[in-house]
Structures are given as C-alpha cells and as structure tokens.
C-alpha cells in the first residue's frame, strides 16, 4: 500500500511537473501571438498610411491633369475660332477681289 502510495505520488508529481510546464509554454505562445499580432497592427497601419498617401498624390495630380486638359481644350477652341475667322476673312477678300 505505501509502494502504491508513493507511485502514486511521483505519478501527481510527474503530471503536475508536466502542467507547469505546458502552462509557461502557452503563456509564452500567447505573449508571442500577442507580440505579432501588434507587428502586423503595426505594419498594416504603415501599409494602409502609405497606400492613402499615394491615393491622394494620384488624385492630385489626376486633378492638375484634368485642369491642364481644359486648358488645352479652351485653347484648342480659341484657335479653331480664329482659324474659322480666318478662313472667313479670306473667302470675303477673295471675293471682293473676284468683283
């Protein structure tokens, strides 16, 4: 009976040995979990700050673009204006020299 109570002892102890250990080991996984969950926190954030900074330089210069383009197209309009004047002017005068 001692014999078996003594096993039985070492066996208590042996599990409990075990259950400190595989507690300190999932405490350290869970600390490392929590450690790197905070690195892609982290370089999400960074991801995301750099994707909005690129997104707003791209709608910038798309918007310097279109403003550039409206200039052209008013300007574009203002010659064929003249040259349609033009065109007019020398139709008349060859007119008046036809005459």
Do not use: C, F, P, W
Not at 14 to 31: F, P, T, Y
Request: proline letters at 0%; hydrophobic letters at 35%.
């Amino acid at each position: 009976m001692t014999s078996e109570l003594g096993a039985e002892r070492a066996n208590y102890q042996k599990m409990d040995n075990s259950r400190a250990v595989l507690e300190r080991q999932n405490k350290e996984l869970k600390l490392k979990l929590s450690e790197l969950e905070a690195q892609m926190k982290t370089r999400s954030k960074v991801t995301i700050a750099s994707l909005e900074s690129k997104v707003t330089s791209l709608t910038e210069q798309l918007d310097v673009e279109a403003k550039e383009r409206q200039a052209m197209a008013r300007a574009n309009r203002k010659l064929e204006k003249k040259m349609k004047e033009s065109l007019m002017q020398a139709e008349e005068e060859r007119r008046h020299a036809d005459q």
